[in-house]
């Protein structure tokens, strides 16, 4: 890197990591006084034992609970406005976000709501929206659930607008949690499809970022480890989970949402598009998508390319071998190959490019994307 340059490195919060982590929620509520906790998670979260089990043991600490559920699976403002909506008729005192990257991000954009109550799109940070963060936010705690987003460790939540689908970003140091709970054993009932697609969201989220332009070598080296455990053990945790397997996707997501801060690239303007105009998963669109991205990104980054291989202890340390290996390990794990596998219709390739070339992620990519890289790339991938 240039030596002559100066650049701003952060690390993430306090977080608790282990078999058994999540037992702690109760006794750390109580000792900041915090009684009257909105729980935020999704509607299938919300019905599962484990879930149950969590608000069992805050109600037996003598901790009063609120639960809010009512959101889509990607998503989208009004899901903010409806839990701010349960927040102010209830007398709340902090947010405990769990789930996935969806639960997350409107559990984040509810802590920035509480004290921020103008139009919730005037704080995108895409459009500098960021300097109006000025208020203090409410105690925020996270609980992950899936081993793909990172979305726990994060700073930011995308929340898409109802009508237009266009994503936005909201940020702030403010809305990082000030502690997580990353529990293993949460991720244990996880069916096979979901842990796949969740994984090579991961594996999307640190490829990206060793990739991404903007100089952080801190973030280079937790993606190539990032990016290590995920080849170590995701087939394992699809095919076979054990909890080793499965602490290891953990710790690889949360490397992969400290490592993007550097940025991310081409795959992820593939993959918005996909989630807001067609619901599909967010870790599933990565997935199909990341051979097709990666494969434009190799001319120039050859180097790149060589320590990610050797990363992943490919028998040929090139750029080709990369895109081969994640052909083979979607297929192992049972991700399809091509777009018309999840419902992508060939009318939907124009106005995915120009939903692709409007996305924010790919300014961040090492090489410039046009609307006609995103359209070949998509002819390709469907």
């Known amino acids: 890197m240039n030596s002559q340059q100066i650049i701003t490195l952060t690390i993430p919060t306090t977080i608790r990591f282990g078999c058994g982590a999540v037992k702690e929620l109760p006794d750390y509520l109580n000792k900041r006084s915090l009684s009257r906790p909105l729980v935020v998670t999704d509607p299938t979260i919300a019905q599962l034992p484990f879930f149950k089990e969590i608000v069992a043991d805050l109600e037996r600490a003598g901790i009063s609970v609120v639960v809010f559920s009512d959101t889509h699976k990607n998503p989208v403002k009004s ?31 509810i802590t920035l709501r509480v004290h921020h109550r103008e139009d919730l799109f005037k704080y995108d940070d895409l459009i500098g929206g960021d300097v109006y963060v000025t208020n203090e936010v409410p105690p925020f705690i996270t609980i992950p659930t899936t081993s793909g987003t990172g979305s726990e460790v994060g700073r930011s939540a995308i929340i898409a607008d109802d009508e237009t689908h266009q994503k ?93 801060q550097k940025g991310l690239g081409v795959v992820h303007s593939l993959a918005h598009p996909l ?13 199909v998508n990341i051979p097709y991205g990666m494969g434009f990104n190799i001319a120039g980054f050859e180097d790149k390319f060589k320590r990610i291989a050797h990363t992943l202890e490919l028998p040929k340390e090139n750029g080709e071998s990369v895109v081969q ?26 106005p995915l490019a120009d939903l692709a070339v409007a996305d924010f992620a790919h300014p961040n990519n090492p090489k410039p994307v046009s609307r006609n890289d995103f359209r070949i790339l998509y002819e390709q991938a469907y």
């Not at 967010?282 to 997935?287: E, S, V």
């Open 275 to 287: 989630s807001s105009l067609l619901d599909t998963h967010h870790g599933l669109a990565n997935a």
């Open 325 to 350: 290996y994640l052909f083979d390990l979607n297929a192992r794990i049972g991700i399809p190959r091509k777009l018309r596998e999840i419902g992508v219709k060939e009318e939907h390739l124009d």
């Open 79 to 109: 899901d903010v406005y409806k839990g701010t909506e349960v927040w102010d008729s209830t007398d709340r005192d902090s947010i405990v976000g769990i789930g996935g990257g969806a639960a997350l991000d409107i559990a984040r954009a």
């Open 168 to 260: 936005r970003i909201l940020f702030s140091p403010k809305l990082m949690a000030q502690i997580v709970f990353a529990d293993p054993l949460l991720t244990m009932g996880l069916p096979p499809h979901i842990t796949a697609a969740t994984g090579m969201d991961a594996l999307t989220h640190n490829m990206e970022a060793f990739l991404a332009k903007n100089p952080n070598p801190i973030c280079d080296g937790i993606a190539l480890e990032g990016m290590y455990l995920i080849a170590h053990s995701l087939e394992k945790a699809v095919l076979d989970p054990d909890e080793n397997s499965r602490s290891n996707m953990l710790m690889a997501s949360m490397m992969g949402a400290i490592a993007f």
